[in-house]
């Protein structure tokens, strides 16, 4: 099942974890994000292959933006 | 004559379901109770509607099933009187009542009679509310009235076939050309995320039945902390992360709070920057309140803060204990937050806690700031008791964020390469000043820093020494 994998909240893209292609598994941290002065993991759901990363390191991130798309 | 001795409603024309329908009625009390305990209260018959008492764990509870089998389990005054009549026994015992629903809603057929027997369910559901527990499960479409009904209730369990709303697709297709199916207009993804109708949604229907089971026993047998409960303690610390800037998940730490596998989540994926879970500690049953960083960092904000002041209300009249575990960073800023209305969502939560007669415990784990320090429980809402471990921080907000506002021409004047090393001073000054559990220990704000270690020991210490009042007010569905 394809998931996105949204911004909760305004942050930072403080560090991508993962890249295209790679292999995502339920609850892993795709992105660690920056924001409230805290590093926030975020988490996929479902799991399964990136297709895209839609952010940078350095983004800024507004709440509903689309992260990471997996298939 | 009372309520409860009215004899059962007569039916017309007897139908009895068939055994094997697996929405026949009785077959669900069946297994709502335990085995051989369930007692009929009503005859069977083609009112839409069964009702019985027996033991769940052992606890005497009251329950009233929709008969999907006639009319789609639609609701007419004879179906109705049997909701009546189980109210007024669970009322008269002061025992749980669990209602199992699987209805279009009102008889057509029948109608301002069956809206008026509906509108009846609904007064003597709110009149009992905070008197006795009320848990309801969805099993299969509850439309209209039939999904008003549970929506008055304190706890809703939705199964894989349940589906709540007030009007079904066909009637949307027709009026605004909306195109929508059932699932999506009333199933898990919308009433247990989105929404907040539905507190818990399950896989099957025996595990919607079983979780009703579970909260009805940590509700109905609350069961009893003394001085001499054996209190086993385990090291809780180890659920923190090593830097206090990094986000987790509170779950673990909550889960080991409690005794072991007692417990239940309510709302989970619901507002899950807050978490809100009974379960027991030393046996007693516990309403757990706590921050999780994982999810929006941990912050209050508009449907969080109503969740809790819904969980706190409810627990308020039940007469169970609160344990609030705080991380949380404040009130989560934006025009969206604003617009939806944290002001006075949040004022509830505030509401909630500062009503609040029963034993209510903090415990500041990592930190508490601002006006969400305040919300959380706190020593001036009127905590029984307020714990904080080592290290943790209750502050305005943090202390370089503090100073940068505190020093903003100072240190805008200074030369770029010392404006750091200053703003470090300055926030070291503001801690020992302002901020620091040292500080929050002389204000009286907080009253001990205990070891993560003990938390267990000392949270029921706290517990059995406060008064085990009980709030009198009902749990409006906030």
Same mark, same amino acid.
């Given at each position: 099942?394809?998931?996105?994998?949204?911004?909760?909240?305004?942050?930072n893209?403080?560090?991508?974890?993962?890249?295209?292609?790679?292999?995502?598994?339920?609850?892993?941290?795709?992105?660690?994000?920056?924001?409230?002065?805290?590093?926030?993991?975020?988490?996929?759901?479902?799991?399964?292959?990136?297709?895209?990363?839609?952010?940078?390191?350095?983004?800024?991130?507004?709440?509903?933006?689309?992260?990471?798309?997996?298939? | 004559?009372?309520?409860?001795?009215?004899?059962?409603?007569?039916?017309?024309?007897?139908?009895?379901?068939?055994?094997?329908?697996?929405?026949?009625?009785?077959?669900?009390?069946? =297994?709502?109770?335990?085995?051989?305990?369930?007692?009929?209260?009503?005859?069977?018959?083609?009112?839409?509607?069964?009702?019985?008492?027996?033991?769940?764990?052992?606890?005497?509870a009251?329950?009233?099933a929709?008969?999907?089998?006639?009319?789609?389990?639609?609701?007419?005054?004879?179906?109705?009187?049997?909701?009546?009549?189980?109210y007024?026994?669970?009322? =008269?015992?002061?025992?749980?009542?669990i209602?199992?629903?699987?209805?279009?809603?009102?008889?057509?057929?029948?109608g301002?009679?069956?809206?008026?027997?509906?509108?009846?369910?609904?007064?003597?559901?709110?009149?009992?509310?905070?008197r006795i527990?009320?848990?309801?499960?969805?099993?299969?479409?509850?439309?209209?009235?039939?999904?008003?009904?549970?929506?008055?209730?304190?706890?809703?369990?939705?199964?894989?076939?349940?589906?709540?709303?007030?009007?079904?697709?066909?009637?949307?297709?027709?009026?605004?050309? &909306?195109?929508?199916?059932?699932?999506?207009?009333?199933?898990?993804?919308?009433?247990?995320?989105?929404?907040?109708?539905?507190?818990?949604?399950?896989?099957?229907?025996?595990?919607?039945?079983?979780?009703?089971?579970?909260?009805?026993?940590?509700?109905?047998?609350?069961g009893?902390?003394?001085?001499?409960?054996?209190?086993?303690?385990?090291?809780?610390?180890?659920?923190?992360?090593?830097?206090?800037?990094?986000?987790?998940?509170?779950?673990?730490?909550?889960?080991?709070?409690?005794?072991?596998?007692?417990?239940?989540?309510?709302? &989970?994926?619901?507002?899950?920057?807050?978490?809100?879970?009974?379960?027991?500690?030393?046996?007693?049953?516990?309403?757990?309140?706590?921050?999780?960083?994982?999810?929006?960092?941990?912050?209050?904000?508009?449907?969080?803060a &109503?969740?809790?002041?819904?969980?706190?209300?409810?627990?308020?009249?039940?007469?169970?204990?609160?344990?609030?575990v705080?991380?949380?960073?404040?009130?989560?800023?934006?025009?969206?937050?604003?617009?939806?209305?944290?002001?006075?969502?949040?004022?509830?939560?505030?509401?909630?806690?500062?009503?609040?007669?029963v034993?209510?415990?903090?415990?500041?784990t990592?930190?508490?700031?601002?006006?969400?320090?305040?919300?959380?429980?706190?020593?001036?809402?009127?905590?029984?008791?307020?714990?904080?471990?080592?290290?943790?921080?209750?502050?305005?907000?943090?202390?370089?964020?503090?100073?940068?506002?505190?020093?903003?021409?100072?240190?805008?004047?200074?030369?770029?390469?010392?404006?750091?090393?200053v703003?470090?001073?300055?926030?070291?000054?503001?801690?020992?000043?302002?901020?620091?559990?040292?500080?929050?220990?002389?204000?009286?704000?907080?009253?001990?820093?205990?070891?993560?270690?003990?938390?267990?020991?000392?949270?029921?210490?706290?517990?059995? =020494?406060?008064a085990p009042?009980?709030?009198?007010?009902?749990?409006?569905?906030?």
């Amino acid at each position: 099942m394809a998931e996105q994998i949204r911004a909760e909240m305004v942050a930072n893209v403080l560090s991508l974890l993962v890249a295209s292609g790679d292999r995502v598994e339920p609850g892993q941290a795709v992105v660690i994000m920056e924001s409230m002065k805290m590093e926030i993991p975020v988490l996929a759901e479902h799991g399964g292959t990136v297709t895209t990363v839609s952010v940078a390191e350095g983004d800024v991130v507004q709440e509903g933006d689309v992260i990471v798309e997996l298939s | 004559m009372t309520a409860t001795e009215q004899p059962a409603p007569v039916a017309k024309k007897v139908k009895v379901p068939r055994e094997d329908d697996p929405r026949n009625p009785n077959k669900r009390l069946r =297994a709502l109770f335990d085995d051989g305990t369930y007692v009929a209260l009503t005859a069977d018959g083609d009112s839409g509607m069964m009702a019985g008492h027996g033991l769940v764990n052992g606890t005497h509870a009251v329950a009233f099933a929709s008969d999907a089998t006639v009319m789609g389990g639609a609701m007419g005054a004879e179906g109705c009187k049997v909701i009546m009549a189980a109210y007024a026994r669970a009322l =008269a015992d002061e025992i749980p009542v669990i209602g199992l629903w699987h209805s279009g809603g009102a008889r057509l057929a029948e109608g301002v009679v069956s809206l008026h027997a509906v509108g009846e369910v609904f007064n003597i559901m709110t009149r009992a509310s905070g008197r006795i527990p009320q848990i309801s499960v969805v099993l299969g479409a509850a439309a209209g009235g039939a999904a008003y009904g549970p929506a008055l209730t304190d706890i809703v369990i939705l199964g894989p076939n349940g589906r709540v709303f007030v009007t079904g697709p066909d009637v949307v297709r027709s009026v605004t050309g &909306e195109d929508v199916n059932m699932e999506r207009l009333g199933g898990a993804e919308p009433h247990a995320r989105r929404s907040g109708v539905v507190h818990i949604a399950t896989e099957t229907d025996e595990e919607a039945l079983e979780k009703a089971r579970s909260l009805t026993h940590l509700l109905g047998a609350p069961g009893e902390l003394e001085s001499s409960t054996p209190i086993v303690d385990v090291d809780l610390e180890e659920h923190l992360p090593e830097s206090a800037k990094r986000a987790y998940d509170v779950h673990p730490l909550v889960q080991h709070l409690l005794d072991e596998d007692s417990s239940v989540e309510l709302h &989970e994926r619901w507002a899950p920057n807050i978490v809100t879970t009974l379960g027991r500690l030393g046996g007693r049953t516990v309403g757990v309140i706590a921050n999780n960083p994982l999810r929006l960092g941990g912050c209050l904000d508009s449907p969080s803060a &109503e969740k809790a002041a819904r969980f706190v209300r409810m627990c308020d009249a039940f007469g169970v204990p609160l344990v609030v575990v705080v991380d949380v960073p404040g009130y989560l800023p934006g025009v969206g937050q604003e617009w939806d209305g944290v002001v006075r969502r949040g004022a509830k939560l505030l509401h909630a806690f500062a009503e609040a007669v029963v034993p209510r415990v903090t415990v500041v784990t990592r930190k508490a700031y601002g006006g969400a320090y305040i919300a959380m429980n706190s020593r001036a809402l009127g905590a029984t008791r307020v714990f904080a471990w080592p290290g943790a921080t209750v502050a305005v907000m943090g202390s370089v964020a503090a100073v940068r506002i505190l020093h903003r021409r100072r240190l805008a004047d200074l030369p770029e390469e010392i404006r750091a090393e200053v703003e470090q001073e300055l926030a070291d000054e503001h801690d020992l000043l302002a901020g620091g559990i040292e500080k929050a220990k002389s204000l009286g704000v907080v009253d001990e820093v205990i070891e993560p270690s003990v938390t267990r020991s000392a949270l029921a210490a706290a517990i059995v =020494a406060a008064a085990p009042l009980r709030g009198r007010h009902g749990n409006i569905p906030l």
